[in-house]
Each structure stands twice: as structure tokens, then as C-alpha cells.
Nanobody, 115 residues
């Protein structure tokens, strides 16, 4: 079993920053990819950013230049630095890791951006 625990969500004003963290624990042999997704009320879950164990990153267009994903492979932890937050960034943010072809999801952390 793999457990993911996200933290760092909260309520901020537009233009402010937040940093999310997600720590994986349990039966982990090797994490291939870690990522962040989000789901706003009434909308489908969407990609925010991913990072491979080699450090290659991928971002959704709507966060490029504002969000930065990083990881600490030794700690099985992924981070999401979110700057210049906008009200449309309001969502539940979920962490996902891919291990040997299997996807594992966290329970999510709520980010609310007020205008």
C-alpha cells in the first residue's frame, strides 16, 4: 500500500503565494512520476504539473510561469510552489504518484483564492 499526504492548502488573496507538499509512504520501490492535479467545483479534474524521477517537468498552459513543481526523491516528496494566484486557481489540489504502472492519489488539499 502507498499513502499520500498533502499539505499546504488554504485561503489566500489574489496575487499571493502558497506552497503545497505531498509525501508518499508505504510500499514504494521506485516512483516514476509525481504530479499535481486540481478539480474546481463543477469541473473535471485537470492536470497542473508533473515531474519525473529524472527531473523532467510538464506544466499545464494556465499555470506556466506562475507555478513550479519540484521533488525530493530521497524523501518521496513533491512540492508545488504557486505564485501570483488567481481566483480561477481555486480548487482541490490532488497529488498523484505513478509506481510501476500504478497510480496512487492523495485525498486532496483545498486552495481558495479570493479576489
Amino acid at each position: 500500500q502507498v499513502q499520500l499526504v498533502e499539505s499546504g492548502g488554504g485561503l489566500v488573496q489574489a496575487g499571493e503565494s502558497l506552497r503545497l507538499s505531498c509525501a508518499a509512504s508505504g510500499s514504494i520501490f521506485r516512483i516514476n512520476t509525481m504530479g499535481w492535479y486540481r478539480q474546481a467545483p463543477g469541473k473535471q479534474r485537470e492536470l497542473v504539473a508533473t515531474i519525473t524521477n529524472g527531473g523532467r517537468t510538464n506544466y499545464a498552459d494556465y499555470v506556466k510561469g506562475r507555478f513550479t513543481i519540484s521533488s525530493d526523491n530521497a524523501k518521496n516528496t513533491v512540492y508545488l510552489q504557486m505564485n501570483s494566484l488567481k481566483p480561477e486557481d481555486t480548487a482541490v489540489y490532488y497529488c498523484k504518484v505513478e509506481i510501476q504502472g500504478m497510480d496512487y492519489w492523495g485525498k486532496g488539499t483545498l486552495v481558495t483564492v479570493s479576489s
